[in-house]
């Protein structure tokens, strides 16, 4: 069993949190959940999923099929899509900063196997954007009861993820 770390990084970010709904791990792999590490700091909130680690299709048609035929977004691939993960959870994700908490609903966060064990994101709705010629991905979340464009980068290449309001 391993802690396997994933970093969003936000301006101002105050508190990360996931509610877990439903998740997938590859047979026999131990299982431990996810949790939030308490403290933000500089702005990063980091989530812990507390796994085995071992690569298998069954994950990734999990991740796959979660998506809705959203885009999907991970670092240090060529792949549009996952073929094989360790494991994926699919919840709601918030941010809190000073101007409220914003809520990623049905998020799904995998974590692959290409050497790096590098992490995908997605969600229902997410589509690839451009900003500035910067090729992001962009996801609809909700911010005090109103509409808000999260968009996710690749920030440090593997685990962590750029949330730009």
Do not use: E
């Not at 991740?63 to 994926?88: E, H, I, M, R, Y």
């Not at 809520?103 to 500035?132: E, K, L, R, Y």
């Amino acid at each position: 069993m391993h802690d396997n770390d994933v970093n969003f990084v936000k301006n101002g970010l105050q508190k990360i949190g996931f509610a877990m709904q439903s998740y997938s791990i590859t047979p026999g792999q131990p299982w431990g959940g996810v949790s939030s590490i308490g403290a933000v700091s500089n702005g990063v909130g980091t989530l812990v999923v507390t796994a085995g680690r071992k690569a298998s299709s069954t994950v990734a048609d999990f991740f796959n099929t979660q998506s809705a035929g959203a885009a999907k977004l991970a670092c240090g691939t060529v792949a549009s899509s996952p073929s094989k993960l360790n494991f994926a959870v699919q919840g709601d994700l918030t941010l809190q900063d000073s101007t409220g908490t914003i809520v990623c609903s049905n998020f799904v966060m995998g974590q692959g196997n290409d050497g790096n064990n590098n992490w995908w994101i997605t969600a229902p709705g997410m589509a690839v954007a451009s900003d500035h010629g910067i090729g992001k991905t962009k996801m609809q979340c909700s911010h005090n009861g109103a509409a808000l464009t999260v968009y996710f980068s690749g920030y440090s290449c593997v685990n962590t993820f750029s949330v730009v309001p």
